[in-house]
């Protein structure tokens, strides 16, 4: 009966530490899953925005077009989804699967700071671009107000929601 129990025992410990270790791989997979479905949105949006630069500025060649952008600043990472650098402006994108108020003010804080991020470009103007598949309207108003563009799914593809920021 004893060598019975202990058999048993080390069976259970044996599934506990599988168990664990497919709890942990799963967890591995779900955050694997949960971050290629953020890359997503940006996926879609990001071959719209040098057509948008062209269409809302005339920026038919940018000098730089690039995605997840990180730069070292004061110790610390800054990191911007995607930046359009026409010859007058630049163009800073924030994507997310879905949009809320607070993401236009943190999207305002980092235009407030780029050009001492990016000094090369502070004589350019800045301009904010928020986009989403299907971003609230309520939200594309707030925006509106503060002078950030929105980008949504249009007809085709993504699309300015509400040129009339700019003005």
Same mark, same amino acid.
């Given at each position: 009966?004893?060598?019975?129990?202990?058999?048993?025992?080390?069976?259970?410990?044996?599934?506990?530490?599988?168990?664990?270790?497919?709890?942990?791989?799963?967890?591995?997979?779900?955050?694997? #899953?949960?971050? %290629?479905?953020?890359?997503?949105?940006?996926?879609?949006?990001?071959?719209? #925005? +040098? %057509?948008?630069?062209?269409?809302?500025?005339?920026?038919?060649?940018?000098?730089?077009?690039?995605? %997840?952008?990180?730069?070292?600043?004061?110790?610390?990472?800054?990191?911007?989804?995607?930046?359009?650098?026409?010859?007058?402006?630049?163009?800073?994108?924030? !994507?997310?699967?879905? #949009?809320?108020?607070?993401?236009?003010? %943190?999207?305002?804080?980092?235009?407030?700071? #780029? +050009? !001492?991020?990016?000094?090369?470009?502070?004589?350019?103007?800045?301009?904010?671009?928020?986009?989403?598949?299907? +971003?609230?309207?309520?939200?594309?108003?707030?925006? !509106?107000?503060?002078?950030?563009?929105?980008?949504?799914?249009?007809?085709?593809?993504?699309?300015?929601?509400? +040129?009339?920021?700019?003005?």
């Amino acid at each position: 009966f004893k060598d019975e129990m202990r058999d048993f025992k080390d069976e259970m410990r044996d599934f506990k530490d599988e168990s664990l270790r497919e709890r942990q791989r799963m967890n591995k997979q779900w955050g694997d #899953l949960a971050n %290629r479905l953020g890359t997503l949105v940006e996926d879609i949006v990001a071959p719209s #925005l +040098p %057509r948008v630069a062209a269409e809302l500025f005339g920026c038919e060649r940018p000098e730089l077009f690039a995605l %997840r952008v990180q730069r070292r600043f004061n110790g610390d990472t800054r990191e911007y989804d995607a930046l359009v650098v026409c010859s007058d402006c630049v163009l800073v994108n924030e !994507t997310k699967s879905r #949009l809320h108020s607070k993401h236009v003010e %943190r999207l305002l804080a980092k235009l407030a700071e #780029l +050009p !001492t991020v990016f000094p090369e470009y502070a004589d350019k103007r800045i301009i904010g671009v928020l986009a989403s598949l299907y +971003p609230d309207p309520s939200i594309v108003n707030r925006a !509106t107000a503060t002078g950030i563009l929105v980008m949504g799914m249009g007809d085709e593809a993504m699309q300015v929601l509400n +040129p009339e920021a700019l003005q």
